[in-house]
Structures are given as C-alpha cells and as structure tokens.
C-alpha cells in the first residue's frame, strides 16, 4: 500500500521496521524522500487499511434498520473467539460510553477490542457493520471519511508516531446486549475518529458525542486511493463566515481565543448557558443555506434514514441556532475556532498546531447535541 502527502521532508532515506498490533505481527518498509515540490512517499503494508478498503460486503442479514444492525453486530461477535467477546461485548453504561478521546489510544485507553487484534474474517464482519450504520459511496464522507482517518494514522505511524498510531490502534465495543427492545450502543474510537451508536426500544436514540479530526490535514493516498478526510468541513466552515457581511461577522466574533474544542473528550454536559455571536434566523435565506451546509457534512456521515431524521430536527431549529468565531474567517490558521450552537445541535471546530507534523495545522472538531447526548441516557 502506497501513501502520499504533501508536506516539508525532514530528510531522505530508507528503513525497515517490525510492528505488533494486537499481538500481529508485520514488516514495514519505508521510504522518505525529498523534493524540491515538498512532497514526502511513504510506503508501508497496512493489513487493517487493506481489509477495510472495499465496501462490498457478505452477509446473510436481510432484516432494515436496527434489526439488520442488531444481525450484523451479533454476526460479527460470532466471528470472535471467547476472549475476544469477553473483551468486546460489555455491560451497558453511561460511565463505559464516556470512554472515548481525541488521543490516541496509548495516552487514553479505550475500552472494547482493537482492530489489530481482528483477522481478515473479523474485519470483514466489522466492515458489514460500518458501510451500514454509514454513508456509503461519498467521498471524504461517512465510511470514506472513517477510511481516510484510519490512512492518516498509518501515515503517521510511519513517519515517527510510532506504535501508539495507526489503524490498529481502534476499537469497538458493544455496550449492552443487541436487540431491538433494550438499551445498548455500539462504540468505534480512536485517535481523531470516535462514533457512537445508541439503540433503545428498536429505535436510535443518539449519535453523538462524535469527534473527527485528522492529522495531516492534507491528502494521503492509500492503494491509489486519495483521501482528505476532513478538509471538506474546514472549506464549509470558511465559506459560512467569509461569506457573512463585515457587519455579520462583528456579530458573530467570540471575545476570546480558543487553543481546543470548549465540549471535547471528558466536557459532557458543558454547554454554555448563554448563547453568544449571531443568530442564523438575521441572515438571509443564502447565507443560511451556508450554515446547514456545514451541519449537513457531519449529519450526512450516517446512514441515510438517521441522517434524514436528525437532518429534519435541526433544520425546523436554524432559525434560533447561533454562528460564533475566533480567529480568522478562513479557518486555515493555528487557533482558528468556529461553533454552531442551537437548541439541540452543537459543533465545534478547532485548528490545532501540528503534533507528529510540525508546525503544520490540523483539525479538532466535535459534534454533540444537547439533548441526546449519549442517547439522553
């Protein structure tokens, strides 16, 4: 598998590594080299990338909506040996629901099983679970959007993370027992990608708290594949404000600077109690259309009848929703920080330095909701 990046080459050379996942073992070659265009190859065998890259699935599930979830994750705890469903499938709690971050996982332990830890069989069960739960067949959206997070990390990996980065390092748990009468969610988190599902009486109950952010923020390709994972919700965030007259935009200017995300990993239940910057019900009818824009690329990464109805709510909420920024309307500079704050929806972006890749910007952003949270649980 190939990836490719533009950035500043720190040198040139060529080295071979062994890395464990999960117990797995795998050789990894890699070579780094400088040109005059800034461009930096690396090339490395990822198995966790490989399996996950096509969206054709097998399965015998025929049921829709949460039943067909309900068979799908049940198929792929039935691919798990009894340490590994021991590991997986968990009682359910808001406690073990909280147990998500922005970190990778060797700072910030998760709960469930690692994807290094699955064979080819298991990933493909996991891969029949996510393309549904999902969007499908969008680019740098929904299941493509996950796969270009994944890429990032292996890139990562390769150019000096080291072992607390990559695809192996993300995990699922299953909290709760699958059905369509009870309680139970379905928990997908790693380094900048954490997705949550919550189930009750047949029906979903929340998707949020999610995290998504990438690191680099700049294309990586994968097995000819080209991936920009959350470069889309940056341009929309920029196009929403510098769209907004001179006047709008002092309005909407927050008094303060933001390093992070205000509501991110262990911030539940935080949300200001005042909401501040411009109502989006002043603006005219294009310029709101900007605002949902924005909202549409985070909704849209779920399967189409999720997103419809959540897409529904907050649309009938746009009026009494609020824009509010720090920075500069861009959003292409290190502490650049926008939010979209309504009666139930709540998204933050935040442009971050460089942390593997320095003095590079990448994106932090969160979307929550402030009744269903966890699924009001």
Wanted: charged letters at 10%.
């Amino acid at each position: 598998m190939t990836y490719a990046i533009s950035g500043t080459p720190s040198g040139s050379g060529s080295a071979t590594f062994a890395l464990s996942f999960g117990g797995q073992s795998c050789s990894l070659a890699l070579t780094v080299s400088g040109t005059s265009s800034g461009t930096t190859t690396t090339t490395n065998s990822s198995t966790v990338t490989t399996a996950l890259s096509t969206t054709t699935t097998s399965t015998t599930c025929a049921s829709t909506g949460v039943a067909q979830i309900v068979c799908l994750t049940e198929a792929f705890k039935a691919t798990l040996s009894s340490t590994q469903l021991a590991t997986t499938q968990l009682t359910y709690s808001k406690t073990n629901a909280q147990k998500w971050s922005n970190l990778p996982a060797g700072l910030s332990a998760r709960i469930g099983i690692n994807l290094g830890a699955l064979n080819a069989t298991q990933l493909a069960a996991f891969r029949n679970l996510m393309v549904t739960v999902l969007a499908q067949n969008v680019t740098n959206e929904g299941y493509d959007e996950m796969m270009g997070n994944l890429v990032a990390d292996d890139y990562l990996n390769t150019i000096g993370g080291g072992s607390d980065y990559g695809a192996g390092n993300y995990y699922l748990s299953i909290l709760g027992t699958p059905s369509t009468t009870g309680l139970w969610s379905i928990l997908f988190t790693g380094h900048h990608y954490t997705q949550p599902y919550t189930f009750n009486a047949g029906a979903i109950t929340g998707v949020t708290p999610a995290f998504r952010g990438v690191e680099p923020q700049a294309a990586v390709t994968a097995a000819n594949r080209t991936y920009q994972a959350f470069e889309q919700e940056r341009v929309a965030f920029a196009a929403m404000l510098t769209g907004l007259s001179t006047a709008e935009q002092t309005t909407a200017r927050l008094s303060g600077t933001f390093s992070d995300l205000v509501l991110g990993p262990g911030q539940d239940s935080k949300f200001p109690t005042t909401k501040v910057g411009l109502q989006v019900g002043s603006l005219s009818s294009d310029k709101q259309t900007l605002v949902l824009n924005a909202i549409k690329l985070y909704v849209n990464d779920l399967d189409a009848t999720t997103a419809a109805t959540i897409l529904t709510k907050y649309t009938s909420e746009l009026a009494n929703t609020y824009v509010a920024f720090s920075g500069t309307t861009a959003m292409s500079s290190q502490g650049d920080y926008v939010r979209i704050d309504g009666p139930s929806v709540w998204i933050e972006f935040s442009y971050q330095g460089g942390v593997i890749i320095k003095n590079t910007p990448h994106s932090h952003s969160v979307w929550r909701d402030h009744t269903s949270d966890y699924g009001g649980n």
